[in-house]
């Protein structure tokens, strides 16, 4: 495979790292907001975020580690920009199955 090289800085074109972790828990409370409704919402939203974040992890591995900007990625980013991209995109999934869950614990115990 053959890399690219960028001469351009990236930094200033991808999001920052408080800007993905506040838009995901927006996303993430809108998603379970709409799972507390009813079991069967909560079962569509369940997945619909697995969904959401799969799909994200799946961009943000890809973009880290196998697009051709990767090494600009981890040269001026770093490790924590890297981990807050693959840590923020699964908050809808977790918000989404502690609704769940917490759904199932009530209905067995009633």
Known sequence: ????????EIS???????????????IAVMFAVIACFHRVAAWIMLI???????????????ECWFDPISDAIWHELGWPWVISSLGSS???VIAV?????????????K
């Open 1 to 8: 495979m053959q890399r690219m090289f960028l001469l351009g």
């Open 12 to 26: 200033d074109k991808m999001g920052t790292i408080p800007g993905m972790w506040i838009t995901m828990a927006v």
């Open 48 to 62: 619909l975020s697995i969904a959401l974040s799969g799909l994200l992890t799946y961009a943000n591995i890809n």
């Open 90 to 92: 699964l908050l809808p």
């Open 97 to 109: 199955t502690g609704v769940f869950l917490t759904i199932q614990h009530c209905t067995q115990h």
